[in-house]
């Protein structure tokens, strides 16, 4: 079976799928000897493809190709069938013919190729003729896709003053059109607006400067628009274009300029120190960074006066007053001020030196100025308890101008509380107006004011520092925070412990007490004092055998002298406190115990109420241990059939309630599994063959059930339940012997057992018996029964 493809436009295709019938002998060896030989057909496939244009637009199906078999002897006994990708929709076949058609206008840019598979059938039997044999069937591409800028419009920069063929940018055009085949998706840029500015190479697409010098003081922005056709811009090509918007960036090309070489400013005497007097500024055509100044001054009278900064937004200088001004000893100032760029591009040197000056010319003008103190600032002191009108000290200030006007003093009038200074209005002497304590107050600080006679409104201020100085008016005394603990255990001589003083006033060269005790009292007969002699006194003791029990606390006065002019003395007392005390370095504390018996409780009293607390700490442990000893079964089963101890907690009815519990169900594992009988039907008694070996009772006879073996099961159940965990357990039977030949004498029989003994004079004991007899009666009738 072979291809026939159509003759397709601008070339001639002959593509052919073909099989060709090649003869070859096969030869067998007959038993004669003779070579018997067969023909058949040998097959084989060259395969290629087929091609069909896409954006067919004609009225009939485009045609495709035609399939043959060589099976086909034109008599349409062949049928020809497709199968594969678009079968049936997009590609059809002539069954008899085996021609292929297009039904529909095909896209190669959606789909480049389709499979397909061919197939001949006999068509009586519908067997296969041939193999079943794939093949491609190519969408050939046509020029119907505009080359395109997927991300245009873009922006581009460039730095002004760049050279020719410096690179700007570059622009990708894509299209969609099959770039193998044709010219279709060959592209050629070529620039429609830009020139002569920029150029772009035609096949890279490159952008780059075609005019040198470009300045961008002169112009910034530039519209650039490309084109990019296909068909390697052959006419009929698609195109499509962009445009790229190119700034020029700046670089430093031009130095600053000031407007003008000279400049005037007026400056009044009474401006601040470092305060903005005036401006100036220099003119750069630059932009950014390349337009930052630095302003200086350059010479020494302008700058030993003033200083320039720079204001970063306004790129201006700004000048600042470095000394206070005065009209009376000068008019006049002169600066020569320098502006120059601070980013400096080497490349531009030839243009000259970026930078450029100015001279400023300052005129200081006269102002009628406040009164001027001959400090900043004043120091004074005075003695504590001085005479109110004291004199403190004096301040004192003029009129700084020529006309040297009189100058009058007052305090601040703003400042709050009580006033302990005056001032001369005008002397300036300050005065003491209330008595003055250095323990209360070292220090004051007060504003004096000043102002002229003629002017009272210009105003000047000074701070004054007052100190008051210290005399001695305090009495010393012992400076005791905590209270003296005497050990029970202190010997005579031992010392209890070293006092100190405290005095509010201040000496100068230090401290001097003096200690001793009251000499008008009589001797102490418990403890002594000593003087150490650097302003410490030592408590000692002078006896032994301190009881807390006997005397607790003792009172000890001490007198103080200090080293003042003149000596003034105190009396302070200290309170000793007497307990038991142990040693932890070199301090001493009490132990609990003496805390609580000063709180009213007895050293018995103490014993007591911990014995008691030891006691119930003890019945709540063992309690604890009793309740935690119980141990709980570790599985608790419905389905378990070991058996347990049932402990039951109910109150009975009394002798009416005979039929609460089947009491025989907890004496022996038979009755309480095998042999569970209803309360209501009398149970068989089985008969046992043999000669009587004595008089049994019934339960006995129910009991004939080999305890030995019974408990042996039960062990081979619990050794092999593979339902439990593998744990030991205790299982209990209550069981009771057959040893003694008339049977069982307990009570736990008497419902099951019948009893040759006569219950009638149970009648005869009166109505307190009645039930009893009853129910005795009514057993026995059942037996005989």
């Not at 598979?117 to 020029?143: C, G, W, Y």
């Not at 930052?292 to 000048?319: P, Q």
Request: aromatic residues 8%.
């Amino acid at each position: 079976m072979y291809f026939l493809l159509p003759r397709l436009l601008f070339t001639v295709v002959r593509h052919t799928l073909s099989l060709a019938v090649l003869p070859s002998k096969n030869q067998t060896k007959l038993a004669n000897g003779e070579t018997e030989v067969h023909h058949r057909p040998k097959r084989g496939w060259i395969w290629n493809q087929f091609f069909v244009l896409e954006e067919h637009m004609g009225p009939d199906a485009q045609y495709v190709g035609k399939l043959h078999s060589n099976s086909d002897k034109g008599d349409g006994s062949v049928r020809y069938i497709l199968s594969g990708e678009g079968a049936g929709t997009i590609f059809i076949i002539d069954e008899v013919t085996g021609d292929i058609h297009a039904t529909k206008s095909l896209d190669r840019e959606r789909k480049t190729h389709y499979v397909l598979h061919a197939q001949a059938l006999d068509r009586n039997t519908e067997e296969a003729l041939e193999p079943k044999s794939e093949f491609i069937i190519k969408v050939q591409d046509i020029n119907d896709n505009a080359p395109k800028f997927p991300d245009g419009p873009f922006v581009a920069s460039v730095p002004e003053m760049s050279e020719v063929g410096t690179s700007v940018f570059q622009v990708t055009a894509t299209d969609a059109d099959d770039p193998t085949y044709g010219n279709s998706a060959r592209i050629v840029y070529s620039i429609l607006q830009g020139q002569p500015y920029f150029s772009v190479d035609p096949k890279t697409g490159i952008i780059r400067t075609a005019l040198a010098n470009m300045d961008r003081e002169a112009r910034e922005h530039y519209a650039v628009v490309i084109q990019a056709k296909d068909m390697a811009g052959q006419v009929g090509g698609l195109s499509g274009s962009t445009t790229i918007n190119i700034t020029l960036t700046d670089v430093n090309d031009n130095p600053p300029k000031f407007p003008q070489k000279n400049y005037q400013l007026y400056v009044p005497e009474s401006a601040q120190v470092g305060k903005p007097v005036g401006k100036i500024k220099a003119n750069d055509e630059d932009a950014g960074i390349n337009a930052e100044i630095k302003y200086s001054i350059i010479n020494s009278e302008g700058a030993n006066m003033f200083s320039i900064t720079t204001d970063r937004d306004t790129r201006e200088g700004i000048i600042s007053l470095k000394k206070p001004l005065n009209y009376e000893r000068k008019k006049t100032y002169t600066l020569h001020i320098e502006g120059m760029n601070t980013h400096i591009d080497p490349r531009f040197s030839y243009l000259g030196s970026f930078k450029d000056t100015a001279t400023l010319k300052i005129t200081v003008g006269d102002v009628d100025e406040p009164p001027v103190f001959s400090m900043d600032y004043y120091i004074m002191d005075v003695y504590e308890n001085a005479h109110i009108g004291t004199e403190v000290g004096a301040v004192t200030a003029r009129d700084p101008d020529s006309r040297n006007s009189p100058v009058r003093y007052f305090m601040d009038s703003k400042e709050e509380g009580v006033r302990y200074f005056s001032i001369e209005e005008d002397s300036g002497v300050v005065r003491t107006t209330q008595p003055l304590d250095r323990e209360d107050m070292p220090w004051h600080n007060i504003t004096v004011m000043a102002s002229e006679v003629d002017n009272p409104s210009l105003l000047s201020h000074v701070p004054v520092t007052v100190q008051v100085l210290d005399v001695n008016d305090n009495p010393p005394e012992i400076a005791a925070d905590e209270e003296v603990i005497v050990c029970e255990s202190s010997r005579p001589g031992q010392v209890i412990q070293t006092v100190t003083a405290v005095d509010k006033d201040d000496f100068a060269n230090g401290q001097r007490f003096s200690f001793a005790l009251p000499s008008q009292l009589p001797v102490n007969p418990n403890f002594t004092l000593k003087d150490n002699e650097d302003s410490t006194a030592s408590i000692i003791a002078r006896r032994r055998r301190f009881n807390h029990l006997t005397q607790e606390l003792y009172e000890l006065p001490i007198v103080v002298w200090d080293g003042g002019e003149p000596s003034l003395s105190g009396t302070s007392t200290l309170t000793l406190r007497v307990c038991p005390c142990q040693r932890h370095g070199r301090i001493r504390t009490c132990q609990g115990e003496a805390f609580l018996s000063s709180a009213g409780l007895s050293t018995g009293a103490l014993i007591a109420i911990l014995l008691c607390i030891v006691i119930l700490l003890a019945i709540v442990v063992l309690f604890i241990t009793l309740r935690r000893s119980k141990k709980e079964p570790l599985i608790i089963s419905e389905e378990d059939i070991r058996e347990n101890v049932v402990t039951y907690d109910d109150e009975g009815g009394g002798e009416e309630d005979t039929e609460a519990f089947d009491i025989i169900a907890l004496r022996n594992p038979a009755a309480a599994e095998e042999l569970k009988f209803r309360r209501d039907v009398r149970p068989e008694v089985r008969q046992h063959c043999g000669p009587p070996r004595g008089r049994r009772s019934p339960s006995v006879e129910l009991d004939v059930v080999d305890v030995h073996e019974f408990i042996k099961q039960r062990l081979v159940e619990a050794d092999m339940d593979t339902s439990v965990p593998p744990y030991d357990s205790l299982q209990t039977y209550a069981y009771e012997g057959q040893g003694s030949p008339t049977g069982s004498i307990s009570s736990l029989d008497s419902p099951g057992t019948h009893s040759e003994q006569d219950y009638n004079y149970l009648d005869d004991w009166g109505p307190e018996f009645q039930k009893l007899a009853e129910l005795y009666g009514e057993a026995d009738s059942d037996v005989t029964t």
